[in-house]
């Protein structure tokens, strides 16, 4: 993968702290130096015509410091991060730079090394910040339509895998019954088949069509809502979208993990929430798309093999540095006959589970033989209906948590 390039702006009074800054970057090939400016208000003006990446402030300048400089140029240009370097390593003057605004704070002289590496984290951030914006409709901060702004905090929608590491546990009924509760005007949903050979979110959906996934992930770098749009399914009885899999298995074989990936980046732009029903084995494919994800919802049941394949996937899941505020547990074909319950599995697993959905064969199979998944039937006052609900609430807390940690840190 090749490296991005960065722009910077060096705000420094001192003339020659601008051209050291200047000639050490120079060796960086992937780091731009666009300008200089010697005081706080002509970096303020350069900032707001070149809108760097990175802006490297000095903290003491004559005519504006370095903290009010930065306060301006983060409300101006709010994408552009800045660092702010100081003769001073005062914990006061860093705690000021950081509220007012700043990505990092570094002492003079800064070692080189450090510099670049500094450079090139906030210029990532500033690359993030950038695309964020460039899908954020002017005047409608904070709501989603389908093709335009969200209403998540970080700008985009976020990517929900579905995943059981044993087969027969019903987790395409859970992947379909959620997108189609958390489906909403202002929240919009697509659901995308992650089994590529032997997916069947659409026939859940009781849709066909001829176009699947693999009539994206080839262009997975060129795509554009119009194309997203004639390649989804639109399910016309929940208002849910669906990239159903490949009409024939072999074709599974033209999809990479790294595409797949990209497309599903690309479909945060557009929708709240990216469901993946996610295959069974742990193929390639299936570990991207879990690496990839904002939250993995593990299906388990009280058979002693799920369980113990549970319990190997969450290693699997630690080792992978999924953490395990993105891991939402919930057991689904539950019997109450069943002396094995969620809290002795919770315990077992030294993991929570947060939902419990009934066995309720009686409305599950007619559902899925219908095609009609049964959230848009009346069962919202039947057991099954509260535990889809509840699943659904626990999913919407745990990304507003998420959400809350990067907010902080930031």
């Not at 980046?265 to 193929?283: F, H, M, N, P, W």
Request: aromatic share 4%; proline share 5%; charged share 25%.
């Amino acid at each position: 993968m090749t490296e991005q390039d960065y722009t910077v702006l060096i705000v420094d009074d001192h003339d020659d702290t601008r051209k050291n800054i200047s000639k050490l970057l120079k060796f960086e090939s992937n780091i731009k130096v666009v300008d200089t400016a010697s005081t706080g208000k002509e970096g303020i003006k350069k900032a707001r015509e070149l809108t760097p990446d990175v802006v490297l402030m000095d903290i003491n300048m004559p005519d504006m410091d370095g903290i009010k400089a930065t306060e301006a140029i983060q409300e101006q240009v709010p994408s552009t991060q800045i660092v702010i370097l100081s003769v001073q390593g005062d914990t006061n003057y860093m705690r000021r730079a950081m509220l007012a605004g700043a990505r990092d704070f570094m002492t003079k002289p800064a070692k080189s090394d450090e510099l670049i590496t500094v450079i090139k984290r906030a210029g990532q951030k500033a690359k993030e910040e950038k695309e964020k914006a460039a899908f954020t409709v002017p005047g409608q901060a904070g709501v989603r339509t389908k093709y335009g702004t969200t209403s998540q905090l970080s700008g985009f929608g976020k990517v929900i895998s579905v995943y059981s590491p044993k087969g027969g546990v019903g987790k395409t009924t859970i992947a379909t019954n959620l997108a189609i509760t958390l489906h909403r005007d202002e929240t919009p949903v697509v659901i995308v088949d992650g089994n590529l050979q032997f997916g069947d979110v659409a026939v859940f959906m009781n849709e066909r069509s001829k176009n699947s996934i693999v009539d994206l992930t080839p262009m997975a770098n060129q795509l554009d809502p119009e194309v997203v749009d004639e390649v989804a399914i639109h399910h016309k009885a929940s208002g849910v979208d669906i990239i159903s899999a490949p009409p024939h298995p072999e074709d599974a074989d033209t999809v990479t993990g790294p595409q797949l990936v990209k497309v599903l980046e690309y479909l945060k732009r557009l929708y709240t929430y990216v469901i993946v029903d996610t295959a069974t084995g742990l193929s390639d494919i299936t570990l991207d798309t879990l690496d990839a994800s904002d939250l993995v919802i593990l299906v388990t049941a009280q058979d002693i093999p799920s369980i113990i394949n549970s319990r190997m996937m969450l290693a699997l899941l630690r080792a992978l540095n999924i953490s395990k505020g993105k891991i939402v547990m919930a057991m689904n074909r539950f019997e109450k006959q069943i002396s094995i319950s969620p809290e002795k599995v919770s315990k077992n697993l030294n993991h929570k589970i947060v939902a419990v959905i009934p066995e309720d064969p009686q409305i599950v199979m007619p559902a899925v033989n219908r095609g009609v998944p049964f959230m848009l039937d009346d069962v919202k006052s039947k057991e099954i209906g509260k535990g889809i609900l509840k699943l659904s609430a626990q999913v919407r807390d745990s990304l507003n948590e998420l959400e809350q940690e990067i907010v902080t840190e930031n």
